[in-house]
């Protein structure tokens, strides 16, 4: 059997044809879209084609799409750009405290200046409470940044009622959509926010190319300096080919999209379903309100990443949320966020779907798992003590 | 990241499992931590170690070590088992990755706990 791949939240494979369209602009088309002559104004086509398509799927307008490098940089714009140029205003931000690092780690920055922010806490499925949003609200917020769905738990967070918060209160709304574009519907008008961090990569599109949507009117100082692209707002020479294949994976991703994440969410499902029928494991985030392609459980008794390494060797691919491989001595921010015990939160396994996912490998992981699960508690001597202690 | 060695000791651990009435038992580590070993020794009269054994919560540099160690340790005597350090479990293992060496230090003092609780029961043990 082919390895199989269920790590989809971290990236995804380029879709053959995505490839395909951005191949062309490595090669033939390789104008900088700044040039006047006709090689760059080929390249200025497809920038601007691309535009439309992310304006497109995003129901905005394409002058509000800003190409980036990344959902990193889109969110460390959002947030310092947006934090420098309403200082004047107040210098409260609200956020949650399951956001990505890129979010989290830029706050803690924006701290050092001066800044002051606020953690939003969740409950034990993960979700932000809007009340809570606009409990914290005062004088001086000039920002709220709440992701649209948690990339390691796959909680859906209610940010069309955060966004309603925001407008009446006249405070800007930044939503990081990483892992949610072609996965729940994202219309920037529905959601009422001011600004939206995507990435190609987790769409099947290409690393290193992502948006920030920001608003009309939306004041944002600038992050990169130096030339004039993106409207001289965002300096660098347009990854072209990158951005190609970006537009391309967003259309095909937002395309079909209920029917496609119907038989995600159904593989989904017999996971979870046969998963938590193993003693001792537990579904991390919400049943429903959930991201189609996620799964997340903590395996008591033993540790994610000897789990992950088993299953390594068996041929699929994961992730955890383990200390060992957080490359810290601390689990994962967002398991300890939703309250999980230390030694719960060790023992934790996401599995994530993509449209490449087939029944089939839900099938071989739903019959190797059990006994990896069987095997690594038989030698865990918490598990021992354990079941000592029921005896 | 990890060695072959590793890996080979990760998919396949050596000692695996509990002595029922171990002449020495030790604990270290602790869940919160993500690492627990715990290793089980039999001791002859001689004061050698006869047979050893080793149940680990932990992450695979964590059940590696704990594997290495008992290997290095069985047939030896106890003398020999207190002189184990973690560099030459790592070793033992070509290598692990620096943020893992602490597996390999837990892997040394759950030796040495094994060997203490062993001591503690036999007071009369000379080493």
Known sequence: ?391 | MYSEKVMDHFSNPRNVGEIENADGVGTVGNAKCGDIMRIYLKVDDNGVISEVKFKTFGCGAAIATSSMATEMIKGKTLKEALALTNAAVAEALDGLPPVKMHCSLLAEEAVKAAVEDYMKKHPEAVI
């Open chain 1, 1 to 391: 059997m082919d390895r199989i791949y269920m790590d989809n939240a971290a990236t995804t494979a380029v879709h053959p044809a995505v490839l395909e369209k951005m191949l062309p602009y490595f090669t033939a088309c390789y104008g900088n879209a700044s040039s006047i002559h006709s090689t760059g104004r080929d390249a200025r086509k497809a920038l601007e084609e691309a535009r439309r398509q992310v304006a497109a799927a995003l129901n905005c307008k394409p002058q509000e799409v800003y190409f980036t490098s990344g959902g990193t940089e889109a969110d460390n714009w959002a947030l310092k750009g947006t934090a420098f140029s309403h200082r004047a205003k107040g210098n409260h931000i609200i956020t949650s405290a399951i956001e990505h690092h890129a979010i989290l780690h830029t706050c803690e920055w924006l701290e050092k200046q001066g800044f002051e922010i606020t953690y939003l806490p969740v409950d034990e499925y993960g979700m932000v409470n809007p009340a809570d949003v606009e409990a914290a609200i005062k004088d001086s917020t000039i920002l709220i940044s709440i992701m649209a769905a948690n990339n390691e738990i796959g909680t859906i967070q209610p940010i069309a009622e955060i966004g309603q918060i925001a407008r009446a209160h006249k405070v800007l709304f930044h939503t990081d959509a990483v892992q949610a574009i072609g996965a729940i519907p994202i219309d920037v008008q529905a959601i009422g926010c001011d600004m939206l961090s995507l990435s190609a990569h987790k769409f099947h599109g290409p690393k290193g190319v992502g948006v920030l949507f920001v608003r009309q009117g939306v004041r944002l100082d600038n992050l990169l300096h130096g030339g004039a692209q993106e409207r001289a707002r965002r300096a660098t020479t347009e990854n072209v080919a990158g951005i190609v294949g970006l537009g391309a994976a967003i259309e095909m991703a937002t395309a079909n999209m209920q029917e496609k994440n119907a038989r995600i969410s159904a593989l989904r499902d017999q996971l979870i379903d046969a998963l938590t029928q193993i003693p001792y494991v537990r579904l991390n985030g919400h049943r429903t309100q959930r991201l189609p392609g996620n799964v997340n459980v903590s395996v008591r008794f033993v540790e994610g990443e000897a789990l992950l390494l088993r299953l390594d060797l068996a041929g699929v691919a994961g992730s955890s949320g383990s200390a060992c491989t957080s490359g810290s001595l601390d689990p994962s921010h967002v398991l300890l966020a939703i309250g999980l015990p230390h030694e719960i939160a060790h023992g934790s396994l996401r599995l994530s779907l993509s449209d490449t996912s087939t029944q089939e490998e839900v099938d071989y992981v739903l019959s190797t798992l059990p006994g990896i699960i069987d095997d690594l508690r038989s030698m865990s001597p918490l598990y021992n003590d354990f079941m000592e202690a029921q005896k």
